[in-house]
């Protein structure tokens, strides 16, 4: 079956370390989304990609970058990571024009 | 910009108990979608129901359904015959009806059914 994973699934690091969250999708989606949940916010977008070697900036998107070099993977990159960017992150991916959005598990990432 | 607003930030009820849950967006769009995604504790979003704005007709999925009044720019999610597995997170969210894609999430109304 197709799917959406994320990696690692818990993260502990230290404030100005770089550190990359890993997303794949075997759904062949050319759509997929990186958001931040925080308690009282909801998900906030934070990048996204329409397809291959095509990024965006969402509304949070200070402090994180992502490259997308085939359709499976969206990898998220803190620079520098800091305590503010303590978060449960999701990936998600769509098709074009269906309207629906799947998800994956979430990482929960812990910057101390 | 969008926004999508939920007033309840937590509620309570009675299992087997019927619960609505409010939504409420703005936009200066015509076409559009809404959804309902609920979070369980396992933390996967999981979507329960979609509401396409052009349709008339309130989308119903065995025990949710929703009251979408468009005029109002109301999005509610009722649950009939609440079941304990209904407890989670649930957010209303929004979505433009062109290529962007991109889903406008409120801040969700945490929702415990109780035995």
């Known amino acids: 079956d197709a799917e959406i994973t994320q990696s690692p699934r818990h993260k502990i690091t230290e404030t100005g370390r770089q550190v990359t969250l890993a997303c794949h999708q075997t759904?062949?989606?050319?759509?997929m989304f990186w958001y931040r949940q925080d308690l009282g916010h909801g998900l906030r977008l934070i990048h996204y990609?329409?397809?291959?070697?095509?990024?965006n900036k969402g509304e949070v998107s200070d402090g994180y970058s992502v490259s997308r070099s085939n359709t499976e993977d969206l990898p998220l990159t803190l620079e520098s990571a800091a305590s503010s960017q303590t978060s449960v992150y999701f990936c998600?991916?769509?098709?074009?024009?269906?309207?629906?959005?799947?998800f994956g598990p979430g990482t929960r990432l812990t910057v101390l | 910009a969008q926004t999508v607003t939920q007033s309840q930030p937590e509620m309570s009820v009675q299992e087997a108990e019927t619960v609505t849950l409010s939504c409420t967006y703005d936009?200066?769009?015509?076409?559009?979608?809404l959804f309902w995604y609920k979070q369980p504790p396992s933390r996967q979003m999981i979507l329960v129901i979609r509401?396409?704005?052009?349709?008339?007709q309130n989308a119903t999925e065995n025990r949710f359904s929703v009251n979408f009044q468009k005029a109002a720019k109301s999005f509610s999610l009722k649950i009939s015959d609440s079941q304990l597995g209904d407890t989670a997170m649930y957010f209303c969210?929004?979505?433009?009806?062109?290529?962007?894609?991109?889903?406008?999430f409120g801040k969700g109304t945490r929702l415990h059914i109780l035995p």
């Open positions: 998600a991916s769509s098709e074009s024009g269906q309207r629906e959005q799947f």
């Open positions: 759904w062949n989606h050319n759509n």
């Open positions: 990609s329409y397809g291959v070697q095509d990024t």
């Open positions: 936009t200066s769009e015509n076409n559009y979608y």
């Open positions: 509401q396409e704005a052009y349709k008339q």
């Open positions: 969210a929004f979505m433009k009806h062109d290529r962007d894609d991109k889903i406008i």
